[in-house]
C-alpha cells in the first residue's frame, strides 16, 4: 500500500501523484518538554506549527502547494506520511509573518484493486461513524484519503497542536489498518 504526499486539489487535478512507501521515520521526535505547551501561539502558519510537529512526527519538509502556499510534508514514527496545510491566512505586517485560521492535515494512499469499491465504501463508512472528528472518503480515481480540519481563528495552544497532530496520526493509522486489506500483501 502506497501513500501519496498530495492535497486533495493536486490529488483531484492529477491521477498520476508521488508514490511515497510508507516506512519507519528516521528521526525521532523531540520531547515534549521542549516546547511549552502553554504557549498560546496567535499566528498559526508553517514556522509556528513546526515545533509542536516535532514533538509527534519524526520529521518533517517544508514544501508548497499547487497554489504556491507553503505546506509540511511530515513522517510519523510509524511511518504514516501526511500533509499539514493552511487555509485562511492573511499576510501579517512586516517581521510578523503570515496568520493563517486554519489548519489542515490530510493523507492519501493508492487506489486499491479493482473490484472492491462497495466493500471499501462500506469499511469507510463504518471508519468514518466511528470516527466523527475526522473525514473519511476518496477522490474521483478512487484513492481513499483521510483529513482533518482545525479552526483556529485566534490562535491556539502548542500543547493542543500537539494534541491536533497526535490525534490526526491516531486516526490516520487506524484508516490505514481499515483499509490494509484491500492492498495485495508486498512480497
Known amino acids: 500500500m502506497k501513500f501519496h ?28 518538554d521542549t516546547i511549552d505547551q502553554t504557549d498560546v501561539i496567535e499566528r498559526i502558519n508553517e514556522e509556528t506549527v513546526a515545533p509542536a510537529l516535532s514533538v509527534v512526527t519524526g520529521n518533517q519538509i ?30 501579517g505586517a512586516e517581521g510578523e509573518g503570515r496568520h493563517c485560521k486554519a489548519v489542515y492535515m490530510i493523507s492519501v494512499w493508492d487506489a486499491p484493486v479493482d473490484g472492491q469499491a462497495e466493500e471499501l465504501r462500506t469499511a469507510m463508512a463504518a471508519f468514518a461513524l466511528n470516527n466523527p472528528a475526522i473525514n473519511a472518503g476518496q477522490l ?48
Open 62 to 91: 517544508g514544501g508548497v502547494d499547487p497554489q504556491g502556499k507553503p505546506t509540511l510534508i511530515a513522517t510519523a514514527t510509524n511511518g504514516l506520511r501526511f500533509e499539514v496545510n493552511f487555509r485562511a491566512c492573511e499576510d
Open 5 to 32: 504526499s498530495k492535497s486533495i486539489a493536486v490529488a483531484v487535478a492529477s491521477l498520476a501523484p508521488l508514490a511515497l512507501v510508507s516506512t519507519p521515520a528516521a528521526a525521532q521526535p523531540v520531547p515534549i
Open 140 to 187: 474521483g480515481n478512487g484513492a481513499p484519503y483521510v483529513v482533518r480540519y482545525v479552526i483556529a481563528d485566534y490562535g491556539t495552544k502548542q500543547g493542543n497542536l500537539v494534541s491536533e497532530f497526535a490525534n490526526f496520526i491516531r486516526s490516520a493509522t487506524d484508516f490505514q489498518n481499515t483499509i490494509s486489506g484491500f492492498y495485495p500483501i508486498a512480497e
